[in-house]
């Protein structure tokens, strides 16, 4: 198994081109609330330029399955 490293909490486009060159192997986005809250269509915005081979990850705090499924499909 190999360790795998995780930045959460991105919110700027020059940010993710950061933890992305720097190794990150997984991108955190905040749809809790929170400073750090960001909607479906910034993070689509943010990651356009994002090696696909980096996954993105969603930080949520007792949303709705609904709502969690709604974002995870955009």
């Known amino acids: 198994m190999s ?6 909490g991105l919110t ?4 993710v081109q950061l933890a992305a060159g720097s ?3 997984l991108l955190g986005f905040v ?3 929170s400073p ?3 909607t479906p269509e910034q993070v689509v915005q ?4 994002l090696p ?4 993105k990850v969603g930080v949520f705090v007792d ?4 709502e969690i499924k709604e974002i995870a499909a955009f």
């Open 3 to 8: 360790t795998k490293i995780k930045i959460c």
């Open 52 to 55: 696909e081979k980096i996954l």
């Open 46 to 49: 943010i990651c356009q330029d």
């Open 63 to 66: 949303a709705p399955l609904t």
């Open 36 to 38: 750090r809250r960001v």
């Open 23 to 25: 190794g990150a192997d």
């Open 31 to 33: 749809f809790a609330q």
């Open 12 to 15: 700027r486009p020059e940010d």
